[in-house]
């Protein structure tokens, strides 16, 4: 079983950071695409970015340039640092793991799931 855990979330300001750390307990991290989809209030939950395997990354149109997705594989970590934040941004923030390596934006596609963590930007 793969356990997920999320921390850095928030209550920041209109143009502040935040960094997202996910944490999993997994010994092949280095296998896994690993994602970051965010649930607004009152919407579905989103992709917003994903790094695959091999260290390519993709990123939801409205956060490219923003945010940047990475992974540190000897700490079985992924990161989200996010500059430039927008009310727009709020949202509960969830990391999740594809088993099978494919990074792709469904959320169909990744198998295992953190708790979420919030997000809010004030304007």
């Known amino acids: 079983q793969v356990r997920l855990v999320e921390s850095g979330g928030g209550l920041v300001q209109a143009g502040d950071s935040l960094r997202l750390s996910c944490t999993a307990s997994?010994?092949?991290?280095?296998?896994?695409?690993m994602g970051w989809f965010r649930q607004p209030p009152g919407e579905e939950r989103i992709f917003v970015a994903t790094?695959?395997?091999?260290?390519?990354?993709y990123y939801k149109d409205s956060v490219k340039g923003r945010f940047t997705i990475s992974r540190d594989n000897a700490k079985n970590t992924v990161y989200l640092q996010m500059n430039t934040l927008k009310p727009e941004d709020t949202a509960v923030y969830y990391c999740a793991a594809d088993e099978q390596g494919l990074g792709y934006r469904s959320s169909r596609s990744y198998q295992y799931w953190g708790q979420g963590t919030q997000v809010t930007v004030s304007s």
């Open positions: 997994v010994r092949t991290f280095g296998s896994y695409s």
């Open positions: 790094i695959r395997p091999a260290g390519s990354t």
